[in-house]
């Protein structure tokens, strides 16, 4: 009887401390952890590797700093991408909050690329090579507008400059200049993209997406929706891995890097729910 | 009248909706975005407005009345305000009419984000993390086949993520992304069907003016 | 003789068959180039598009990469074009013929989407058949639904132990089917506690949603004659971040201990940790989504969850409304339909060559 009472019973406070020291370990000693490439990343990773020279990228960061460990790996690592292939690259986001990530993203990423360069066009330089286009009221106003003119619906760019006068948006009008939209959302933003943008003006969507909603956009990935689809950590760490291993791009893998945590934090819960059964089956079988 | 005149306009920005999506010429996709990039950004403004009045009325009211815990409230008010004129006059970054910065120190809205509302609203998602595990431990148990399979099917997709799982077995990861791809991806079809075609309904409904209870107080 | 031996090795070869028409199923603006790509194209950097108005002057619009054949350029609609296409490798280009003439315009009808729109039609037209039947008297039947019947029995519990009811409708904003869903089930929820005098807490993310909540529940109160109780700090307007409310939901329900929760809308990572707080508390609570990815942690922590569709046809289950009812069964028979025609276009796909596919591109 004690057995199943400990059993069935085990204070949540207990399990939350456990938890805990599972999580925290494995983060204060990192050691990355190299995983196998599954095939939805690489298509992710091919679709925007085979973007033509005359097209852009654009990556829409749309996800709290909540959900940023996940998605911030993300980013970086299409970011990294993007520079080293040479594709142009449009950032932007559909709310406000994700803006200052994104805004991070791009300082750090270019400021790496630029620290290596030799020449002006080794560089990284705004307005040429990328534009930030910040915020502008209206996600789904954001997708349809940008079918008809990108320039006509973000007047001016995060940093306020008037984005027609920048060299970068006198080639890219529209999506039909625009090679893939790679959407990186804790929500359901992905979704909308192939409803308003895809449906009605063919734009290509690729998704990166938290672990949790990971399920419901699949059905997507199947039926070719989305090009590619990248899921919670262990999609970023994969990215990196194939940014790794085809681009030769040393940088720090943060994905990678907490992954152990992940699997002892996984551990811990598989464990708690094998107690809390043999408890349960215990007293079933008292009955 | 009263209830005549927002079915009404439901009916035609509803039918608004759908018109452009099929007829692409320009008068059709003007009024379109004319409707949702000027009348709708002005109303989501005055919406907003709204709100905020009545989010300072109930905190004042909870003040001037004693109410349990007004000390709070008085936190919020304080904070909103103080937020309000840095986010006003500061500028985003520091650079409106108000200086945000004493010596190195810098007040400006995108260091309270940083500093405040990334941290608070970081340290309530990572709660979901000892929620889900309380939650599964209380209520995953193998009371039936079905629960059974769910149980088995989640451990494997768990541990099929994970760089362990491919050293317990390699095949672990492709059974994992296959539990996903197929049976996964059949029972989201068939929810994602079903969903899309009652939200379908329920919009053609309230197009219609079938669904009024909207309107509040009820179907008639 | 050596010239021309040396011309041939080291000319281009140009596009040919250059064909220029006006962009269809658009509003104008635009015109498509299509072209038969050069023998050398696998030695082309690139191809470039170059437009004229009157046959003669040239410019160039754009350029687009070798071994593709088709581009789409930005037009004046009413104006003549003139096309031609250059490839390019290193310093060396060379142009083909001139296409014909071509005069962008807008369209009416986008022809792509017509299937949509058939559906659509075929879809409202069984809504409209069984409500009309309705409307003549017809009753119509409709399943148990558990998360609903408890509905009565969670605001009686609320009332017996005096304690107050929680309706959070979720972070959606108005344009979500399931906040609108929502809104309706918190009509008949107000309605209720107008009935049996119990508070009511209905903390709001979206400043459009909190407006209508509040003159919803306020028209419920007045509909069962009690103007008078209706409180309208019982609805309001918390903040639109979505842990910030998530935090402060939490703590309404550690403070005020309700009797019972209503987590039904548009939810996403917070679900959790609503729900599971709200367990913590003991309340009964009723939770409904239309949010897949979030209803494993509504059905773990809550009594009773409202999955998908159900939601939707909550206002007709609980008024009973016959309209209501029979747009439900219309809405059936089109879900009926649709797994007809979807196992019928997949027997014809895989048993036939005829593409079935492009009925629904």
């Known amino acids: 009887m004690k057995i199943i009472e400990i059993l069935t019973k085990i204070d949540r406070r207990i399990i939350y401390l456990i938890l805990l020291i599972a999580v925290i370990v494995p983060l204060l000693f990192p050691s990355p952890e190299k995983v196998r490439v599954m095939p939805p990343v690489e298509k992710f990773y091919y679709a925007i590797d085979k973007i033509p020279e005359e097209k852009a990228l654009i990556v829409d960061f749309d996800y709290a700093p909540q959900t940023a460990p996940e998605l911030d790996p993300m980013g970086f690592a299409i970011l990294r991408h993007a520079f080293k292939k040479r594709i142009k690259v449009l950032v932007l986001s559909l709310y406000v909050q994700p803006l200052g990530l994104a805004r991070n993203a791009l300082t750090q990423v270019v400021a790496e690329f630029n620290s290596a360069a030799q020449t002006n066009a080794d560089s990284i330089i705004y307005g040429r090579d990328y534009v930030f286009l910040g915020w502008q009221v209206g996600p789904i106003l954001a997708m349809l507008s940008m079918g008809e003119s990108i320039t006509n619906f973000y007047k001016v760019d995060y940093y306020g400059n008037k984005t027609d006068t920048l060299p970068l948006m006198k080639q890219i009008k529209n999506y039909n200049n625009v090679g893939l939209l790679a959407s990186l959302s804790g929500s359901d933003i992905p979704k909308y993209w192939v409803m308003y943008a895809q449906n009605r003006f063919g734009l290509k969507v690729g998704a990166g997406v938290t672990a949790v909603s990971a399920s419901e956009f699949y059905p997507y990935l199947q039926t070719g929706q989305f090009s ?3 899921i919670g950590m262990r999609g970023a760490a994969e990215y990196e891995e194939m940014i790794e291993k085809n681009l030769n791009i040393k940088s720090r893998k943060k994905a990678s890097e907490s992954l152990p945590a992940l699997t002892y934090a996984h551990l811990v819960m598989i464990i708690f729910i094998v107690i809390g059964n043999i408890g349960y089956f215990i007293k079933r079988r008292k009955k | 009248m009263k209830r005549t005149i927002p079915l009404f306009l439901v009916f035609i920005f509803g039918i608004m909706g759908i018109i452009p999506f099929i007829i692409p010429n320009p008068i059709v ?9 000027n009348l709708l950004k002005i109303l989501a403004a005055f919406a907003l407005i709204l709100g905020l009045g009545s989010l300072l009325k109930v905190h004042m009211d909870k003040i001037r009345r004693r109410r349990q815990n007004w000390g709070y409230s008085w936190v919020l008010i304080i904070s909103f305000i103080i937020t309000s004129i840095i986010g006003l006059f500061g500028g985003v970054a520091g650079t409106g009419i108000l200086p945000t910065t004493i010596g190195s120190f810098s007040f400006d809205v995108w260091t309270i984000y940083f500093n405040v509302e990334v941290p608070l609203g970081s340290t309530m998602f990572a709660l979901l993390a000892f929620f889900m595990a309380s939650a599964a431990y209380r209520a995953f148990r193998a009371r039936s086949t079905e629960a059974t399979l769910l149980l088995a099917s989640a451990f494997i997709v768990m541990l099929g993520v994970l760089p362990l799982g491919e050293r317990i077995s390699p095949h672990l990861p492709s059974f994992a992304q296959w539990i996903m791809e197929v049976p996964n991806v059949a029972g989201q079809r068939g929810i994602l069907l079903g969903v899309a075609l009652g939200a379908l309904a329920t919009a ?5 003016g079938i669904e009024r209870s909207w309107l509040g107080g009820g179907g008639e | 003789m050596t010239l021309f031996f040396l011309i041939g090795i080291f000319a281009l070869a140009p596009p040919t068959a250059v064909r220029a028409y006006d962009t269809p199923d658009d509003g104008g603006g635009a ?7 050069s023998p050398d194209d696998a030695q082309l950097d690139k191809y470039e598009i170059y437009r004229s108005e009157d046959g003669v002057d040239y410019e160039k619009v754009g350029f687009i990469g070798a071994g593709r054949s088709r581009y789409e350029d930005e037009t004046e609609d009413g104006k003549n074009y003139f096309y031609k296409i250059v490839a390019l490798m290193n310093t060396m280009r060379i142009f083909s013929q001139p296409s014909q003439p071509v005069m962008s315009s807008a369209q009416w009808i986008n022809r792509k989407k017509l299937n949509i729109f058939v559906a659509l039609f075929i879809f409202g037209t069984f809504i409209l058949y069984f409500t009309y039947y309705a409307r003549r008297g017809k009753e119509f039947f409709i399943r148990k639904i558990a998360g609903l019947q408890a509905i009565d029995d969670a605001v009686g519990r609320a009332t017996e132990m005096g304690k107050p009811i929680l309706y959070c409708p ?18 008949e929820v107000a309605k209720k506690c107008a009935q049996y005098d119990t508070k009511l807490i209905n903390p709001h993310l979206d400043p459009i949603v909190f407006t209508v909540a509040r003159e919803i529940v306020k028209e419920s109160y007045t509909k069962v004659g009690r103007p008078d109780a209706f409180d309208p700090e019982s609805v309001y307007y918390i903040t639109d971040l979505q842990f910030a409310y998530a935090a402060a939901v939490d703590g309404i329900m550690v403070r005020e201990r309700p009797a019972t929760n209503f987590l039904i809308g548009w939810f996403r990572a917070e679900s959790l940790i609503l729900a599971e707080t709200g367990a913590s508390t003991g309340a009964v609570q009723i939770a409904g989504t239309d949010q897949v990815s979030q209803l494993p942690f509504f059905v773990t922590a809550c009594d009773y969850t409202l999955i998908g569709e159900e939601l939707y046809a909550a206002s007709a289950y609980i008024s009973k409304e016959p309209l209501l009812l029979g747009a439900i069964k219309g ?12 196992i ?3 027997l014809i796909g895989l048993l036939t060559k005829f593409p079935v596919l492009n009925l629904f591109r």
């Open chain 2, 204 to 208: 053609l409904k309230i197009i219609l």
């Open chain 3, 331 to 342: 809405e059936d028979w089109g879900k009926l339909i649709i797994g007809v025609v979807l």
């Open chain 3, 170 to 187: 979720g972070i959606g904003y108005i344009e979500e089917i399931a906040t609108i869903a929502s809104l309706n089930i918190l009509g």
């Open chain 3, 344 to 346: 019928a276009a997949s």
């Open chain 2, 29 to 37: 996709q003007g009024t379109d975005e004319f409707v949702r990039n």
């Open chain 1, 228 to 230: 590619g689809l990248m």
């Open chain 3, 31 to 37: 015109v498509t180039i299509e072209w038969q790509l």
